[in-house]
């Protein structure tokens, strides 16, 4: 473990606490893509299959735990609770994400570390992930006025993957034979999906003025 | 696990 890890394990979760908080909170889950959530309880169901066969550490099982939970409820909300459903806008969130998922699996059986079971699932998972956020991006572009904490959301989920990055430098660097081309590509990939989202998020914090996406 | 296994990561 890393202080880079650490950071981006912490800005991971934080971001998933801000969704629940405002889900929960003010029973309203307009400007979230129901998609990118879905897309994500695939990504933490596929990556955490090894969680009853190997073990790590209480820090990584209570994670993986914390991450699976809050991703499932956050869709069982959206779907399933009488008010929260109701403030969902079914209309704009109209990505077709399942045409995410089947170019993923391919590539996932197409290109892995070792083709077993786990491993293909594993690696499912990464593409799944880098690409999970774009019916959410494309939702913000839609409704274009983005409230304070799904911004925040957003800004969180992108910045952990960011943090990965200077850790998987760290591990390179510090652990002989820390090589996995594979992790690195999907998570560079999945934080440069962010980078026109930054810039405007920047833009916004630094003019004060209201996160506004271009059409 | 071998130590410069990326599953340890979350």
């Not at chain 1, 908080?21 to 879905?38: D, N, P, R, Y």
């Not at chain 1, 929260?84 to 699996?105: A, N």
């Amino acid at each position: 473990m890393n202080i880079f890890r650490l950071a981006g394990d912490m800005t991971h979760l934080a971001s998933v606490l801000v969704l629940l908080l405002k889900i929960h909170t003010i029973k309203s889950c307009a400007g979230v893509s129901l998609k990118t959530q879905e897309l994500y309880a695939i990504v933490f169901a596929t990556r955490y299959l090894d969680i009853f066969t190997s073990f790590y550490s209480i820090y990584n099982t209570l994670m993986k735990l914390i991450f699976l939970g809050s991703s499932f409820s956050i869709v069982w909300y959206m779907r399933y609770h009488k008010t929260v459903r109701r403030t969902y806008d079914r209309e704009q969130d109209t990505f077709r994400h399942w045409f995410l998922v089947l170019p993923c699996l391919l590539l996932a059986l197409l290109i892995h570390e070792k083709f077993t079971f786990l491993e293909v699932l594993w690696t499912f998972s990464l593409y799944l992930e880098a690409v999970a956020i774009l019916p959410q991006l494309v939702l913000l572009q839609r409704t274009r006025n983005i409230d304070n904490l799904t911004g925040q959301y957003v800004f969180l989920l992108g910045g952990y993957r960011g943090f990965y990055i200077l850790n998987w430098i760290y591990r390179y660097l510090t652990e002989p034979h820390f090589v996995h081309w594979i992790t690195w590509i999907a998570g560079l990939v999945q934080t440069l999906l962010y980078a026109d989202f930054f810039y405007y998020y920047f833009q916004s914090w630094k003019n004060n003025k209201k996160l506004q996406l271009p059409a | 696990p071998k130590d410069d296994d990326v599953k340890d990561e979350l």
